[in-house]
T-cell receptor, first 112, second 115 residues
Framework: DQQVKQNSPSLSVQEGRISILNCDYT??????FLWYKKYPAEGPTFLIS?????DKNEDGRFTVFLNKSAKHLSLHIVPSQPGDSAVYFC???????????FGKGTHLIIQP | DAGVIQSPRHEVTEMGQEVTLRCKPI?????LFWYRQTMMRGLELLIY????????DSGMPEDRFSAKMPNASFSTLKIQPSEPRDSAVYFC?????????????FGQGTRLTVV
């Protein structure tokens, strides 16, 4: 049973527009959430995180929103740039488990 | 720092052979994780260590898989005997702090192909 779900395998967005990537989780014990970005033939790299005591965290063009009641988080990228084309993974931890539980990823394609 | 270093980058082996994947975590990090990535299951946590001690190996698929961390700067993941369904990309990651909400840093991965 998947505890972290990314229901969109791919997303295509025009350069300069907003990219919104979504993630849902089922484990109410999760209290820390992260987004990773992955290019082909490379390992995932950390992008941004949010603790469950917050509902928003912003870092430059990247903002993560957390809706605990809906067990949903989203990553907003504004404006989208060609270099943002990658696979984005949502991850969560908590409930005494230190390991990160990952979603299956969303392949973001930025169209020129 | 060079980051998390994994070797080899690619490994092709025949079914039944022993495979050993290696990882050097970032210096000063005391948590180490092994993940496996497949198309079907995405990124799965296999095992993680805190201060060189295995904490949770519930993700290790079978007894054919074993992992060790003899010291703070080295870990291995061994598969014996290997099977074609073990073909995947294996990632090692490390993190500073135990139970602290910080990010983990990943290596570039080892692409394993078992034929």
């Amino acid at each position: 049973d998947q505890q972290v779900k990314q229901n969109s395998p791919s997303l295509s967005v025009q350069e300069g527009r907003i990219s919104i990537l979504n993630c849902d989780y089922t484990n109410s014990m999760f209290d820390y959430f992260l987004w990773y970005k992955k290019y082909p033939a490379e390992g995932p790299t950390f992008l941004i995180s949010i603790s469950s005591i917050k509902d928003k965290n912003e870092d430059g063009r990247f903002t993560v929103f957390l809706n605990k009641s809906a067990k949903h988080l989203s990553l907003h990228i504004v404006p989208s740039q060609p270099g943002d084309s990658a696979v984005y993974f949502c991850a969560a931890s908590g409930g005494g488990a230190d390991g990160l539980t990952f979603g299956k990823g969303t392949h973001l394609i930025i169209q020129p | 720092d060079a980051g998390v270093i994994q070797s080899p980058r690619h490994e092709v082996t025949e079914m039944g052979q022993e495979v050993t994947l290696r990882c050097k975590p970032i210096s000063g990090h005391n948590s180490l994780f092994w993940y496996r990535q497949t198309m079907m299951r995405g990124l799965e946590l296999l095992i993680y260590f805190n201060n060189n001690v295995p904490i949770d190996d519930s993700g290790m698929p079978e007894d054919r898989f074993s992992a060790k961390m003899p010291n703070a700067s080295f870990s291995t993941l061994k598969i014996q005997p290997s099977e074609p369904r073990d073909s995947a990309v294996y990632f090692c990651a490390s993190r500073q702090g135990q139970g602290i909400r910080t990010e983990a840093f990943f290596g570039q991965g080892t692409r394993l192909t078992v034929v």
